[in-house]
């Protein structure tokens, strides 16, 4: 049964999911600022950046700057996406001490995404996860495409299973589920974190949904219900992956403190001042907030 004074983890991945698909770049000077923005609200973890090739992602050249600006505060968690030893190296050099690997449960996307089959995808993963271990750095794990994939449609839940299963085996701490392209609805994404909680601890899984369908805060809901409590989310909803075509943004951070309010749950997040994060980053982006709440709020 959930307790009341349940506390539920928000990682928010605005400042990594939220501007890697952007096609303009931020300054530096902004993505920082987002980042110590962030943090101030009371979040406790905040995804900064991601360590990948440039050539791939060109917003996030420019990683290292940006870890090494932030004005770290006590408490809080800066992970980092690596995806080979490469960038495990780039972000040691600046001190990072949290990262995430990124997998996926569809092939097709696998190789979009980081040029590599979820067999080679794992390989490449091992040393990183040797170096980490050696180094006394926290490793997340995310799969992505676990409620769909843009290139091979149906995802089955057992491929899922097995690649989350390996990756915790390997020594993630924690395994982010990802619906990269927002297309999930609340008894699948339920079914789908319940069987994934059948190989690896409820208490080691983290949710991860796209808006695309409108679906994000309703599969949110159902898998808080069932057990899990830490969920990802990007500020006023930005976000998508440059390798997976027409997702929309992650749910929406305001979205989330609102329905973890409702529904009795902690978080640790003073909701006006990432209201006001939130519109920050619109006006710089130039467009509405994609989160209701921070739009009701006005
Ligand atoms: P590749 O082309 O096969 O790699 O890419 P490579 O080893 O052949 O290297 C190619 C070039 O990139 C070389 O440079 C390397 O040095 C360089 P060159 O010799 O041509 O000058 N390179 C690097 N540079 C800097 N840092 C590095 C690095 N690695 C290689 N770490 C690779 C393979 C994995 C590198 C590439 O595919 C990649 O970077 N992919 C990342 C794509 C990405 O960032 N996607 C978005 C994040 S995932 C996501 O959004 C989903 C998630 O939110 C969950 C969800 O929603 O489901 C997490
Ligand atoms: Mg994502």
Redesign the pocket.
């Known amino acids: 049964m959930m307790a009341a004074t349940d506390f539920v983890r928000i990682v928010e ?1 605005g400042p990594r ?1 939220g501007l ?1 698909n952007e096609k303009a770049i931020i300054a530096t000077a902004d993505k920082i600022a987002l980042i110590e923005k962030l943090a101030a609200t009371g979040l406790g973890t905040v995804e900064a950046t ?8 060109p917003q ?1 050249a420019d990683a290292a700057e940006v870890f090494s600006g932030v004005a770290k505060r006590e408490g809080v968690r800066y992970p980092v ?4 030893l ?2 495990y190296e ?1 972000a040691r050099a600046v001190g990072v001490t949290e990262i ?1 690997v ?1 997998g996926a449960a569809s092939e097709a996307f696998s190789r979009a ?4 089959s979820i067999e080679e995808s794992l390989t490449r993963f091992a040393p990183v996860l040797e170096a980490a271990k050696r180094d006394g750095v926290a490793v997340r794990g ?1 799969v ?2 676990v409620l769909g994939c843009p290139y091979q449609g149906e995802v089955p839940v057992a491929d899922v299973v097995r690649v989350a299963k390996a990756l915790h085996a390997m020594g993630c701490y924690e395994i ?1 589920l ?3 392209i927002g297309v999930g609805t609340p008894r699948k994404a339920r079914a789908m974190l319940e069987a994934v909680a059948g190989e690896v601890p409820m208490a080691a899984l983290a949710v ?1 949904f ?1 808006d695309t369908y409108g679906q994000a805060v309703a599969n949110v809901a159902a898998c808080l219900e069932a057990g899990v409590r830490v969920v990802d989310a990007a500020v006023s909803g930005t976000g998508g ?3 997976a075509k027409g997702a929309s943004g992650n749910v929406a951070t305001e979205d989330i403190v609102y329905l973890l309010d409702g529904m009795g749950f902690t978080h640790g997040v003073d909701l006006e001042a990432l209201v006001d994060t939130g519109r920050w980053l619109s006006a710089l982006l130039g467009r509405e907030s994609m989160s209701k709440v921070n739009r009701a709020r006005r």
């Not at 995404?113 to 590599?116: E, G, H, L, P, S």
């Open positions: 991945v999911d890697q991601a360590f990948v090739s440039p050539k791939w992602v996030m996406l690596v995806p080979n490469q960038g780039r995430a990124f995404n980081i040029n590599a995310y992505s495409t982010s990802g619906d990269t991860h796209h992956c440059p390798y």
